[in-house]
């Protein structure tokens, strides 16, 4: 791999890094598994890793933004994982802010007369 290249994957794993967060957030209107998060985010085309997605659940459980529930019902119990409260609160204000960003960097890179010709698009 060339250095130019492994720049890039460094740089694109950093920019998905905070998107993950909004993804999870927005799949926990109803009570979902770890594993089924994982397999939800890769049909809507994001790739996550359990050993990530995990460390993150407990830290977002950790910040109150998430309520979990052990179902034990099943021969392999559960830890069912659902906004909470402030969560959806943080989760709204995340999708505002979001979308304030996607408008400025879309003036930056998506048009205008200053980058046309620099083969950014």
Known sequence: M????ATINSLIQELRRG???IGVLSQLSEPQYGYS????????????????????????EKQELLESKWDTNEARPRKYYLLSEQGKLVYEQ??????????SMDSL???GSHNEGDGVR
């Open 94 to 103: 995340l999708c505002v802010e979001w979308r304030t960003m996607m408008v």
């Open 19 to 21: 998107t993950i967060i």
């Open 37 to 60: 998060l994982v397999t939800i985010l890769e049909e809507k085309g994001i790739s996550v890793d359990p050993g990530t997605l995990y460390p993150l659940l407990r830290r977002l």
């Open 2 to 5: 060339t250095d130019i290249q």
């Open 109 to 111: 890179i998506g048009g």
